[in-house]
Structures are given as structure tokens and as C-alpha cells.
């Protein structure tokens, strides 16, 4: 025997799918972008970070996450185009 889903509990299922993803897309991007910029930027780590460190870091995280909302919002349109407007909205 299978349970058929109301209207409102699929619409309710599928805000909770898109969240999760939301999560997981920013728990990503903050793992790349620390990865990335940590290597690229801080050449000799010590017990703290100097002002040039700082300002790559800031520049690199920065540009990171223009990256990231760029290629989000272009595959996000792909895919609203490919699916005929239907698919999932923007995370930026």
C-alpha cells in the first residue's frame, strides 16, 4: 500500500529538499574557498596572519564567491531554460 501526497505536502518536501541543497552548496563553498585561499595566501602560517596575508585572503574570498554566485546563477538559468522555466530558482 502507498500513501499518495497532498499538494501542499509536496511543495512542502520539495522547500526542504532545496534548503538542504542550499546548505550543502555553502557548507562547499566555505570548504573550498578555506582550502583555496589558506594555500594560495598564507605561504608560511604561524600564530597569526600579517596584512598582506589579510588582504589577499579578503581579495580571494571575495572573488570566490563572485565566482560561485556567477556559475550558480548561470546554471540555474540552464537549467530553468532546459526544464521550460521550471527549474530551481537562484542561491545568490
Given amino acids: 500500500m502507498t500513501e ?3 499538494a501542499a505536502e509536496k511543495a512542502q518536501l520539495i522547500d526542504k529538499v ?5 546548505i550543502a ?6 570548504k573550498s574557498m578555506t ?12 600564530i597569526s596572519i600579517d596584512s598582506s ?3 589577499c ?3 580571494c574570498t571575495d572573488r ?12 540555474s538559468n540552464r537549467i530553468q531554460r532546459e526544464s521550460g522555466g521550471g527549474g530551481i530558482s537562484s542561491l545568490s
Fill in 57 to 59: 585572503l579578503s581579495f
Fill in 25 to 30: 552548496n555553502v557548507s562547499e563553498l566555505l
Fill in 4 to 6: 499518495q501526497l497532498s
Fill in 64 to 75: 570566490y564567491i563572485d565566482t560561485w554566485n556567477l556559475v550558480t546563477r548561470v546554471y
Fill in 18 to 22: 532545496k534548503q538542504e541543497i542550499a
Fill in 35 to 46: 582550502d583555496k585561499c589558506f594555500r594560495k595566501c598564507v605561504t608560511k602560517p604561524g
Fill in 53 to 55: 596575508e589579510n588582504k
